[in-house]
């Protein structure tokens, strides 16, 4: 790691002085108490596609040790990976099965269970397949409220917006009724652009929901950096709806634009993302919250080579003992 890295690091840190983190890891003690959630948004849910996946997936065993069974992850249903990592089963806490159940009642298959990785999160899946009968509507109503429109042509932006508004919907029914026993607190943080139409819509809707978004790598900062422009020394020269506009990612442009404006805390994981951040989509991040190393998985790592070199001259000192010379 960079020295520069680790200033940066080091600087965000001292943002959480004083608070000692693990005073709340009590295995989901007090958020069950206080009635606090924490719903995990993303494409990449029991969904292998790219690195947001690996993310999610570090992030879970820590995020379960604090809120337990308050903690749910939220994703489109992949057949492929649902076979393989998510053991299906019906939802324990009532809330949760009643929210599913009112989707379920207007045709929405909804897949619920947990993934098949360490701290075994409770996972909810949408079928999209099962509301593309509702793609038209929910397309007028993301322009009717967003003033965002979706072409026809892009199949991802399509998936898209259907998984929002899934997740938009499931919200609205978790909120209603995880609120009737007591006052709930509850945390919805989405990854990348592609859970974006979500946010979105449950910020504009004014649902009772804290509303976090990470972008790990802007958009069109992808786009931009594939072609051959000095990026980082230009930021600030960028024609941004016509650089959008010219890859045809205008809408992608602006779903993500929006999804960091609505966000009641806008994170990036890097201090360069967040200065692309600041020109690309004319939002700072609130906080920097740096992608980091799972030191005990390294640790126990290290421990396995050190087994290993020592079996290794054992069976050296066999071999010579029974063949030398």
Not at 144 to 163: H, K, M, T, V
Not at 273 to 296: A, C, H, R
Request: hydrophobic share 40%; with cysteine.
């Amino acid at each position: 790691m960079s020295i520069t890295r680790i200033k940066n690091v080091t600087k965000s840190l001292k943002t959480f002085q004083g608070i000692h983190f693990e005073t709340y890891l009590d295995n989901g003690e007090a958020a069950e108490q206080m009635n606090k959630w924490l719903l995990e948004v993303s494409w990449e849910v029991a969904n292998k596609v790219g690195g947001i996946y690996t993310v999610i997936r570090s992030k879970v065993p820590i995020t379960k040790k604090e809120y337990g069974n308050n903690y749910i992850c939220l994703g489109p249903y992949n057949d492929s990976f649902v076979k393989t990592e998510v053991e299906i089963s019906e939802p324990k806490n009532d809330a949760l099965h009643e929210a599913v159940n009112d989707m379920r009642r207007y045709g929405v298959n909804v897949i619920t269970g947990n993934w098949l990785i360490e701290g075994f999160p409770q996972v909810v899946l949408f079928d999209l397949s099962s509301v593309t009968n509702r793609l038209d509507g929910w397309k007028g109503d993301f322009f009717e409220y967003a003033r965002i429109g979706i072409p026809y042509f892009d199949r991802e932006s399509n998936d898209a917006l259907l998984f929002g508004f899934c997740v938009f919907w499931f919200i609205g029914a978790f909120l209603e009724h995880v609120k009737r026993t007591q006052k709930c607190y509850v945390i919805a943080h989405f990854h990348e652009w592609l859970a974006g139409v979500g946010l979105i819509m449950t910020r504009l809707r004014g649902y009772d929901c804290g509303l976090i978004f990470t972008t790990h790598a802007t958009l069109l900062g992808r786009y931009l950096c594939a072609g051959s422009t000095d990026f980082y020394n230009n930021l600030s020269l960028f024609n941004l709806d016509k650089e959008a506009g010219d890859r045809q990612i205008y809408h992608r442009y602006c779903i993500e634009r929006a999804a960091a404006s609505c966000a009641h805390v806008f994170t990036t994981v890097s201090k360069i993302t967040g200065i692309e951040s600041e020109y690309l989509l004319n939002k700072k991040p609130d906080v920097l919250t740096p992608n980091g190393l799972n030191v005990q998985t390294f640790a126990a790592l290290h421990e396995f080579q050190n087994l290993h070199a020592k079996n290794k001259e054992k069976l050296n000192a066999f071999v010579r003992g029974h063949f030398y010379g």
